[in-house]
Nanobody
Framework: QLQLVESGGGLVQAGDSLRLSCAAS????????MGWFRQAPGKEREFVAG????????YYSDSVKGRFAISRDNAQNTVTLQLNMLKPEDTAVYYC?????????????????WGQGTQVTVSS
């Protein structure tokens, strides 16, 4: 049973950058596809980025493509989301998630483990 803990959120201005980290414990995450989702107030949780088990494949939502970058360090059991050129519409709680399989998915329901989330607030 994986436990996921996110960190790195905060309050920034438009155009700034943040680096979110997700630390996995309770087992090895090296065979798990990982994803980042976000949920803004009054909105559904949405896919942001995903990475397969070895980091060889990454996927991004259209809204963050070219601005965000996902990576992983299996030796450290961590996944990182680099957020660049932040916009006010990026304001949300960001969640790390893991699958029991090696293949990434953009679908929320296909993730088996979730962190508690970290708040990202972007002011204009």
């Amino acid at each position: 049973q994986l436990q996921l803990v996110e960190s790195g959120g905060g309050l920034v201005q438009a155009g700034d950058s943040l680096r979110l980290s997700c630390a996995a414990s309770g087992g090895s995450s090296s065979s798990a596809a990982m994803g980042w989702f976000r949920q803004a107030p009054g909105k559904e949780r949405e896919f942001v980025a995903g990475i397969n088990y070895n980091g060889g494949l990454t996927y991004y939502s259209d809204s963050v493509k070219g601005r965000f970058a996902i990576s992983r360090d299996n030796a450290q059991n961590t996944v990182t989301l680099q957020l660049n050129m932040l916009k006010p519409e990026d304001t949300a709680v960001y969640y790390c998630a893991a699958r029991r399989t090696t293949l990434v998915s953009t679908l929320l329901a296909r993730y088996d483990f979730w962190g508690q989330g970290t708040q990202v607030t972007v002011s204009s």
